[in-house]
């Protein structure tokens, strides 16, 4: 038996405003680029404002080709300059279309096995130039040769002789240390170049020359005794090797005309920008500058034709569709302004907060910060701040590009205290674990032992008995 009946209840829904502007929000300044565009190829409603191409432009009006200057100049016959003219005044001798090619304009990259030949070719010709080429085959990312030098020697019809001349051709390139056959091998090839150089140390290289097994065993003692020198000039000569040879001769590998040694292209992009000034600071919110949006003039007129009840002559599917694109349009604007003012407020009370740590650019400044205490600071939300400063980096005044994260973390500055702690001690006498903890504890940090040997073993710091053995 079916049988009606009507009940009421309450629910909950999210509205979909609420929706889109949490989206918003928490886009970093690469999707936030992104969103912006698509919202310009789907909202018919919604137009990118027209500004001056040459804004942000290096290059004089008349050089550039996609330059409006030319095309107004040359309207009121103000500058009549043709391509002649340029390739005259400026002795240009290619396609002028060259110069702002974008393909002509895209970095190729140096690998290291070009590298090496490229060395090759002007330092040796012949069979030993043939020979060493074939080996950059062998070289691996860290820079050693690894190969059976028996099966090279067949696989060319080589003598053994000419085998290992090649690999003396090849140790002599660069990057130092480049074509060894293991580490021994690696860390005396470096201290050679830096005995060439007149950078070496003479007892490092016979330490490494004839008493390699001390030195990986650290046996300090026995190395003195052997090379009958003084034991502190043997911890002399350890410190030089640890701090002045790499064990990856190749692991940096950049090009020689790099000037820069990271790739800009997997820099990333901070969505903050903090910048010092005479006054205080300075907070930038970087979005999409050279892009400014607005509502379409004429939507917008038929928009407030439609509200005001003066466009009675338009179809109704027309009226929805001319409503639904203007009000999307403002309130996508509206959340674009939203997103930097919240980005704003979160990172002004960060700045003022960490107001030690950006003065000085030392973490041992830097206060604990949670994101609920941040939220009670700037009278929002735990989950607004969030995702405000989730996937999002701030550029400081160091010039250090960090994530919003780096705030949220009180482990830094106790990191700090335990390597100053440690650099500071007593060589003969070594601060424990327990002895750190005591004294953080004395200073207001309660930290157990257990976290001082983790965050020490995360730094590759060796334990008190190790250390005092090393010295």
């Excluded at 680029?33 to 698509?38: D, R």
């Amino acid at each position: 038996m079916l049988i009606q009946d009507q009940s009421q209840t309450q629910q909950q829904k999210v509205d979909p405003k609420i929706i889109m502007a949490n989206t918003v929000l928490q886009l970093s300044s690469m999707e936030l680029q992104q969103a912006i565009e698509q919202e310009l190829m789907e909202n018919p409603a919604l137009e990118a404002e027209d500004e001056d191409p040459c804004s942000g432009c290096e290059l004089a009006p008349f050089m550039c080709k996609d330059c409006s200057y030319q095309k107004q100049t040359t309207a009121s016959n103000t500058v009549d300059l043709s391509v002649h003219d340029l390739e005259v005044a400026f002795d240009f001798t290619g396609d002028p279309d060259d110069e702002n090619d974008p393909i002509g304009l895209i970095e190729s990259e140096l690998t290291l096995c070009e590298h090496l030949r490229n060395q090759l070719r002007n330092s040796a010709s012949g069979e030993l130039c043939k020979t060493a080429d074939y080996l950059v085959n062998y070289i691996n990312e860290s820079g050693y040769l690894e190969c059976d030098l028996l099966e090279i020697t067949l696989e060319l019809d080589a003598s053994d002789e000419e085998l290992e001349q090649a690999v003396a051709l090849l140790q002599t390139l660069d990057p130092p240390g480049v074509g060894a056959r293991d580490l021994r091998e690696c860390v005396l090839i470096q201290l050679r170049y830096l005995a060439e150089e007149g950078r070496g140390n003479a007892v490092a290289e016979r330490m490494v020359r004839d008493c390699w097994d001390e030195v990986v065993s650290r046996k300090f003692g026995r190395i003195a005794r052997r090379l009958k020198v003084k034991p502190e000039l043997v911890r002399q000569a350890m410190r030089f090797i640890q701090t002045k040879l790499n064990p990856h001769p190749a692991g940096g590998f950049r090009s020689p005309w790099a000037h820069n040694p990271s790739d800009s292209r997997d820099a990333v992009r901070p969505d903050v920008i903090i910048c010092r000034t005479p006054t205080g600071y300075d907070i930038e919110v970087v979005s999409n500058e050279r892009v400014s949006l607005a509502v379409n003039p004429y939507y917008r007129q038929l928009y407030n034709e439609i509200r005001d009840g003066k466009a009675e002559s338009h179809a109704e599917d027309d009226k929805k569709h001319i409503m639904e694109h203007v009000e999307r349009a403002d309130l996508f604007v509206k959340n674009l302004n939203q997103r930097r003012k919240t980005l704003r407020t979160i990172t002004k009370h960060i700045v003022e907060y960490q107001h030690g740590f950006l003065g000085t650019g030392s973490k041992l400044f830097l206060r604990p910060l949670t994101r609920v205490k941040l939220a009670e600071m700037t009278n929002m939300h735990e989950s607004t701040v969030s995702r405000a400063t989730a996937n999002k980096y701030v550029r400081l005044p160091s010039q250090e590009v960090v994530p919003f994260d780096f705030f949220f973390h009180s482990s830094h500055s106790l990191v700090d205290m335990i390597v100053q702690l440690i650099q500071n001690e007593d060589a003969a006498h070594p601060l424990s674990d327990q002895e750190i903890a005591d004294i953080l504890t004395e200073r207001g940090m309660t930290v157990a032992r257990r976290t001082i040997v983790k965050y020490r073993e995360a730094q590759k710091i060796l334990s008190s008995r190790q250390r005092r053995r090393q010295y």
